[in-house]
């Protein structure tokens, strides 16, 4: 297969040379290129039946890495399990006008948390209202930075049960479709997010130079007011097993995956990506592989940022008192024990590593060698 760690060991150097690269871009960068080599070190299992030995390269565990989010994202999914309610869920997806994309990279943290704040307080107070629900959600939102094509589109995925605590701590059921109506929903997320967007103390250099000019940023503010915000709302999910499924889809996915990478050779690279504008299609983009390892670095995260995160009943300082009341009131089963990482990966691959695959009796772990 080919893959990330390929172009950047391939044309990496050349790339280095000609451009600068932040800390955490370059953190990432040589984690990517290091990952399940011999520069990071190994392990060494061996039978104490049958004598014979398997090496295994350390993964860098950078949470940009391709190859090492698969563990994170079961051992994840396992917790979040003991979250979910016996009710239907809604997938809703929040994204801001293309015109605030270059102030969002030059200001990453400060504008993620924005995206972050804003969102929730949207959905919070529109489902307090009792126009429209009159109860307390609890839901997760995920971040991504991408497009299917490596594009800069930073937008929020959220996870919201059909239904939430009323004052008086009884649950109540949303109707089938999602209860707040997308235009409301737009407007509000459109409203809160520039009027706190006009109060952060924001970086601008080379092409959005001019907005640092008290004028010019006030009419771009009047501009993205002028625009029409996307907030939508995917079909639902039909179980809380789907919700699992989708949760194992987003929450830890990377830019782009190394399964999706066609072809590296003579300085360019193949991929594919879905077209969503086309009926959702599967299309090939070629590019050179400095133009890739571009696109592939815009999406590395501020350091110790945090992507997905909880809000309502599923915040942290709540979840302990509130989720056992909601399973509770939705006659939601309890989840069993957590699976432990042996379990875990023995159920990705198909096959119990703890055993030697020669003659099934139990390995050993030695020192790295």
Not at 124 to 151: C, M, P, R, V
Not at 170 to 180: A, G
Not at 314 to 339: E, G, H, M
Request: hydrophobic share 40%; charged share 20%; glycine share 4%.
């Amino acid at each position: 297969m080919n893959e990330v760690q390929d172009i950047f060991q391939l044309y990496g150097a050349q790339y280095r040379e000609a451009h600068s690269l932040s800390y955490v871009q370059s953190k990432a960068f040589s984690a990517i290129s290091k990952c399940r080599t011999a520069e990071l070190g190994a392990h060494i299992d061996t039978c104490s039946n049958c004598g014979v030995t398997e090496i295994s390269y350390n993964s860098c565990r950078n949470r940009h890495c391709p190859k090492c989010q698969t563990l994170s994202k079961e051992r994840w999914i396992e917790k979040q399990k003991q979250n979910l309610l016996n009710v239907g869920y809604f997938h809703v997806v929040f994204t801001v006008p293309e015109q605030l994309r270059p102030v969002f990279y030059q200001n990453q943290a400060i504008m993620y948390n924005l995206l972050f704040k804003a969102v929730a307080e949207t959905l919070q107070e529109l489902a307090a209202d009792k126009k429209y629900l009159g109860a307390q959600l609890g839901f997760t939102t995920i971040l991504h930075t991408w497009g299917q094509n490596l594009s800069y589109h930073p937008h929020l995925h959220c996870v919201i049960p059909a239904g939430g605590i009323s004052p008086s701590g009884k649950w109540l059921n949303s109707r089938k479709k999602f209860f707040i109506p997308v235009k409301v929903l737009s407007r509000k997320f459109k409203g809160k997010f520039l009027h706190y967007l006009q109060t952060l103390c924001l970086n601008f250099f080379n092409e959005q130079s001019y907005l640092a000019d008290q004028r010019n940023f006030i009419d771009f503010i009047k501009s993205c007011y002028a625009k029409d915000w996307v907030a939508y709302c995917k079909p639902p999910f039909k179980s809380a097993n789907c919700v699992v499924e989708y949760l194992g889809r987003y929450t830890h996915r990377v830019a782009l995956s190394n399964s999706r990478i066609i072809s590296i050779e003579n300085g360019y690279v193949t991929f594919k990506y879905r077209d969503y504008k086309d009926n959702n299609k599967w299309k090939i983009m070629t590019v050179s592989a400095a133009e890739f390892i571009r696109r592939f670095l815009m999406h590395i995260l501020p350091p110790r940022f945090t992507k997905i995160r909880h809000f309502g009943f599923l915040a942290s300082r709540l979840k302990s008192a509130l989720v056992p009341l909601c399973q509770k009131l939705t006659l939601t089963l309890i989840s069993c024990a957590l699976s432990s990482n042996v379990h875990l990966i023995s159920k990705m691959l198909g096959f119990d590593i703890s055993l030697c695959r020669v003659c099934g009796f139990q390995k050993h772990q030695l020192a790295a060698p």
